[in-house]
Structure formats: structure tokens, C-alpha cells
């Protein structure tokens, strides 16, 4: 068993108001220059409908993900060595600006340098910032069926609903709606990687992290099409590939990303799954694609577990992200409470991008009906008939078992009807909890996790160098420290310890931290520097 380290993300659907702030500051950060103008690392879509690039989930059409073959393995969809060879110089499996969209500004310098005196009111023309040439019609873009607004003629291209066979009220007061947003997914067993013929493309060993060598990429764009969530793009400008970085700078001195910090709903959680690399093929090829959830859930490893702790020390990982594992919300919330799903585990990629699905509008449904919107007998009942069909999310997130969907879901209800009784002074009833085989503890914990959680409980993340605490206090090199004259600022607001209780100083609670410096060791075993070892008395 080979254990490594992953920083993953959930994101909690059922908080997101479609604002789009997420997309805007991440674009203001990472793709605000040129070449990258149509390039979205994050988007959100509103579902049903069929997303960016447009429709991105047709892999019939794109041939993105893992294919299983009748021996058991796994190649790509898009083809093994000898197809991209062949199709290196001339790829058909891309989608094209019109599918993505034609990025344009406006001749705003019209309206300031109009002559006086015009009998008609100068406008500013769309012009394409590609060719720079005017755009005659604007006709689509990243989000142009935003909140349904295109439904009518876009919502029966939505792949997941043409594979459900769900027809849906194309009225805007009877139809479903909810949001996605997306980024890249980090992937254990990315597609991207694998198809990438120069070996730009890279998954980092320390956190997973999946990244573009811009030296090393030559422009073939086969990440492009390996990809099966669309999430690498291709610069017109430079000729490289380009994708989202999960903002590794940020997360190597423990600060969240971008979207995730700038997120008015706060419905993104940030953590530390640690994982046995040596099953991630055995997992992906799992025969069943309804069987993947679990089979990748199954990759994961309880970071309480001792022997779990041992071994991860022995494969390289740090202390400290072993520490960060144990105090994830990310393992809450897809272990403990059970609510959160990865999207489309068939593409066999074993995403790190989970989610948890939405359950509104159900409880304004059940009130407008009459009955009493928060009761947990009424919710229950009412979830196979909620607007959002079960068969929907289930196309989403589990291949198209509800059951995952359903249990996740009657969570959520749960947990809004226990805590009603807990808000109001009332009697708590356990009977609530009993019912989604949780305790009224566990559900309290998760009410805290899910909607008043705080800064440093959403984002659990480990700096990328575990010897150095979060507040340098001195630059000594013989380890002088005077707190009074000299102080530096920390690692950024919310940025967790960088190393453990033992190696930020002694192993006595009450005494301060004792500096050790590398110019100056004798070359002994100062406990201020490693964690304990295997079998040392705490």
C-alpha cells in the first residue's frame, strides 16, 4: 500500500445563489490577459441545460474519460497510443470556438470620440476579441442559458436529461432549476495526463494537484479531448494548454483559492484525503459504473486510523498533512455524514471535485402546499416527487443510482427538522436522526459543519513547508529570537499551523517553543523538530 495525500473540494449545491462571484475573481486572477478571453477555470452553470463548452457531457460526441475493455482495462475513449499518433496533427474530438463562444468587448471608444451634433445616439459596436473584427450577432456565451434563460431552445440538448428520458416543463414557474459551478476536477486517475503526448500535463505527488509544464507543452490540445469535463482549454495566444491550478500558491501557505475565499454562499470546503495510490487503477476499472462511487470511496483511508497515521509517515507524508487528514471536512463530509457526491464517476476518472446535491425548492414546495415544510415525515415523503428529480442528480453524481442521492437527501431533511426543535427550545426527537441511521450529535455537528462553520473549519489546509510554523518570529540563523524587535506578518488569515503540537516546539504543553537552527545542530534528535517517533512515550 502506497499512501498519498490529496487536497479535495466539496461544494454545498444547496447553498449556491448563482452569483458568479467565483468565476469573476478567478478570472481576474488567472486568465485576465491575452489569448485567454473565452477561458473560464471556473463557471457556473444552471442545470438543466448544457453548460460550457456546450455540451460538454455528450462524450459520445467528445470521447472524453476512461473506456472499460472487455479484458478488464482501462484506455481512453478518445483512443490509445497509436489513434493519437495518427490524429496528432489533425484532432476532430475539439470543440470549437462556436462551442465555447466568441469573446468580444465594445468600441466604448465610439461614444466617447462621436462628433457633436449627430442626429442619432452613438452606439458602441460588439467587436470580437480574437480577429478584432465587429461580431454581427452575439448568440452564445459562457452562461447564456443563466437561470433558465435560454431553456426554451437549449434544455432538450442537456445530456443527463436525454439519458434520464426525463421530459421537463419548459414554463419558467413549473420547471426545476439549480446551480453547478465547476471547475477542474484534480482527478486521481486524470484522462488529461494520460493522453498528453509531449507529458506536459502532470499530477503533482505532494497534493494532487493536476498542472500544465508550459515548457514542455507543444500544443497538441489531446488534453483537450481526454478530459471529459472540458476543463482544460487551449491558448490561442502562447499555443499552450492551460487549466485551473486550484490555486496551488495560495494553498503552499495554507490560504484557500480564490473561489472558494471570495464565495458569498461559503459552500466550499477545502481538506486533506489521504488515499492508497497502488488501487487507484483497480477502482477506476470497476465493472459497474454505478459501483464507482464506492469503489473510490473505497481508495480513501481513515486518517485516525493509527496504523494509517504510521504508514503515511512511512510513504513520505508529511506530519503535518497527516494532521490536517484527521481535521478535514472533507472526510466529514463524505464519510461521516454521507452527503456529498462526485460528478459523473462514470467518465472513470475518480473526480476530487465532490458535491452535495440540492434540495430546494422541496421544503417551499411542501409549504405552499399546505403542509408543514420542516416536518421530517412530510420531507421524506415528499423527496420522490420533488421538483429537482431524483433521476437527474442521480445522472449527475452517481451514474444513475438514486439510492446515494436519496440517502444524502434525507440527510439534509433530517438535519433541517432536528435542528428546528434545537432552534426553537423544543424536545429534541432522535427518532429524526435514528431515521438516516445517524445520533443527534452526529446531526448537530454536521448543522454546524454545513451552515455556521467559520473560516478555519471550511478550509483545513497544510503549507507546503512543514518546518516552518505559521508566524515567523525570527529570521536568526542560530535561532536568537526577541519577539519584541522582531516580528514578521503570518502566513494570511486562516492559514492553519504549518507543523505539528511536537514539532513547533517541546513535547511539554506549557512550555513555549524552542527554535532550533540547521547552521548550528549538533546533529541529535531535538524534539522541537520531529513528530514522535513509533513507540516514543507521549
Known amino acids: 500500500m502506497r499512501i498519498m495525500a490529496q487536497i479535495a473540494m466539496v461544494m454545498n449545491l444547496d447553498k449556491c445563489i448563482g452569483c458568479h462571484t467565483c468565476s469573476v475573481t478567478c478570472k481576474q486572477a488567472w486568465t485576465n490577459r491575452q489569448g485567454t478571453e473565452y477561458i473560464w477555470f471556473n463557471n457556473v452553470e444552471t442545470r438543466p441545460g448544457v453548460g460550457y463548452p456546450r455540451g460538454w457531457e455528450d462524450q459520445d460526441k467528445w470521447e472524453g474519460g476512461w473506456t472499460r475493455t472487455a479484458s478488464g482495462k482501462l484506455k481512453p475513449r478518445s483512443g490509445g497510443r497509436a489513434k493519437k499518433l495518427l490524429s496528432i496533427f489533425h484532432n476532430p474530438k475539439l470543440p470549437t470556438i462556436d462551442d465555447y463562444y466568441e469573446p468580444w468587448t465594445y468600441e466604448y471608444d465610439k461614444l466617447l470620440s462621436a462628433p457633436k451634433g449627430q442626429n442619432t445616439q452613438p452606439t458602441a459596436r460588439p467587436i470580437s476579441q480574437i480577429t478584432g473584427r465587429p461580431v454581427d450577432t452575439v448568440s452564445w456565451s459562457s452562461n447564456w442559458d443563466d437561470n433558465l434563460g435560454g431553456s426554451t431552445s437549449t434544455m432538450d440538448e442537456d445530456p443527463v436529461l436525454r439519458q434520464a428520458n426525463l421530459s421537463v416543463a419548459k414554463q419558467i414557474e413549473d420547471s426545476f432549476m439549480f446551480y453547478l459551478p465547476r471547475i477542474c476536477e484534480h482527478c486521481l486517475n486524470p484522462t488529461c495526463v494520460s493522453s498528453c503526448p509531449s507529458g506536459a500535463m502532470y499530477k503533482r505527488t505532494e497534493d494532487g494537484i493536476v498542472l500544465v509544464d508550459q515548457d514542455r507543452c507543444r500544443g497538441w490540445r489531446m488534453c483537450v479531448s481526454g478530459c471529459p469535463y472540458k476543463k482544460v482549454y487551449f491558448n ?174 434525507r440527510r439534509l431533511v433530517a438535519m433541517r427538522s432536528y435542528m428546528r426543535d434545537v432552534n426553537l427550545g423544543n424536545p429534541t426527537q432522535e427518532e429524526i436522526a435514528q431515521a438516516v441511521g445517524m445520533t443527534g450529535e452526529e446531526v448537530e455537528k454536521m448543522y454546524r459543519l454545513l451552515a455556521i462553520a467559520k473560516y478555519d473549519d471550511r478550509y483545513v489546509i497544510p503549507t507546503a513547508s512543514p518546518e516552518t510554523p505559521r508566524g515567523i518570529t525570527s529570521l536568526d540563523p542560530f535561532g536568537n529570537v526577541d519577539p519584541a524587535k522582531e516580528s514578521f506578518p503570518d502566513l494570511g488569515m486562516g492559514a492553519p499551523s504549518a507543523c505539528s503540537s511536537e514539532g513547533c516546539g517541546s513535547t511539554a504543553a506549557s512550555e513555549p517553543a524552542a527554535p532550533v537552527s540547521l547552521l548550528s545542530w549538533s546533529g541529535d534528535r531535538p524534539d522541537s523538530m520531529f513528530p514522535p517517533r513509533t513507540g516514543d512515550k507521549q
Open 236 to 409: 490561442h495566444k502562447s499555443g499552450k494548454a492551460e487549466k485551473c491550478t486550484l490555486c496551488y500558491p495560495r494553498l503552499e501557505v495554507g490560504q484557500p483559492t480564490v473561489c472558494s475565499e471570495t464565495c458569498v454562499g461559503r459552500l466550499r470546503y477545502l481538506g486533506v484525503l489521504l488515499y492508497d495510490a497502488d488501487r487507484v487503477a483497480e477502482a477506476a476499472a470497476t465493472e459497474d459504473p454505478q459501483d464507482l462511487l464506492e469503489a473510490q470511496k473505497s481508495l480513501f483511508l481513515d486518517p485516525h486510523d493509527p496504523q494509517v497515521q504510521r504508514d503515511a509517515l512511512r510513504s513520505g507524508v508529511p506530519y503535518s498533512w497527516v494532521e490536517a487528514a484527521q481535521q478535514s471536512p472533507i472526510y466529514d463530509l463524505i464519510f461521516t455524514y454521507g452527503v456529498a457526491l462526485p460528478l459523473h464517476p462514470e467518465y472513470r476518472t475518480l473526480p476530487m471535485v465532490w458535491y452535495i446535491p440540492p434540495l430546494s425548492p422541496v421544503v417551499d414546495e411542501v409549504t405552499a402546499s399546505g403542509a408543514d415544510g420542516e416536518d421530517h415525515k412530510v420531507l421524506f415523503s415528499a423527496l420522490s416527487n420533488m421538483r429537482i428529480p431524483l433521476e437527474y442528480l442521480a445522472g449527475l453524481f452517481t451514474a444513475g443510482d438514486t439510492r446515494p442521492v436519496e440517502k444524502a437527501l
